[in-house]
């Protein structure tokens, strides 16, 4: 996978290739990292990148020739890459975007700053639009190295050992469970029973029930949108029934 990331902020990145999976992805060269910097191929003496809008009003805007000639510039470096302008306006990135992303051979990231890019800079130019979410950031950067890590993530051999991507939280429509290291008892708080004993098909069990109970606590929406399995339907009647037994106990309680 070859990633090319368009900024005016190229120092960003240098820590972050530098650093963790993304590193060891890029020594192992299953990933290519560069970055070109938008501030290069301003042609005017001051290489300006933004301008004041048209129709006034405060903020800048991205100026477009600047933009454009560095999005060609990518293309002749990732000549089939797809080409991502991170905006608000985009769609929501999520794990199943993040999986897709990974198929690709060569992926151009547009990083917009100040209030947007101009709206010339679109369809030849641009293939698809992303937004990590609904908050404001201050540019497009830190989008980039979101979606860059969490596809790094889906490229076979990146995570040494096993396949974590496939345990990856979400891939499997549920929490992680809970996790527990040494001290064998911290503060008090002991590690439970089942974890100590050896026995992995208890310890499989558990961990499902486990990342059950943390789904139906934290997040109940991915809860409602999975398939659920047999085992997992039955864990959940398990605790409906205990839970039902305690509310008729109170209301029984009340009644007296
Ligand atoms: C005042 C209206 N703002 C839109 C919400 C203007 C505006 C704010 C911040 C326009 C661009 C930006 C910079 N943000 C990004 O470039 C960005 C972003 C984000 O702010 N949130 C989530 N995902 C992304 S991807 C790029």
Redesign the pocket.
Known sequence: MKFVVLTIFPEMFGPFWDHGIIRRAIEQEKIFASTLNIRDFAEDRHQVTDDRPYGGGSGMVMKPDPLAAAIRAAEQDAPSAKKIL???Q?RVFNQKIAHKLASYEELVFVC?RY??VDERIDHDLIDDEI???D??????EL?AMVIIDAVTRQIPGTLGGEDAAAKDSFANGLLEHAHYTRPQVFEGKAVPDTLLSGHHEEIENWRLESALMRTLMKRADLLRNKDLNEKEIEMLKKWSRNIQDILNFHHKAHKE
């Open positions: 991170l905006t608000p985009g917009g209030e947007g937004s990590i979410g908050y404001v950031l201050t540019g497009g989008a």
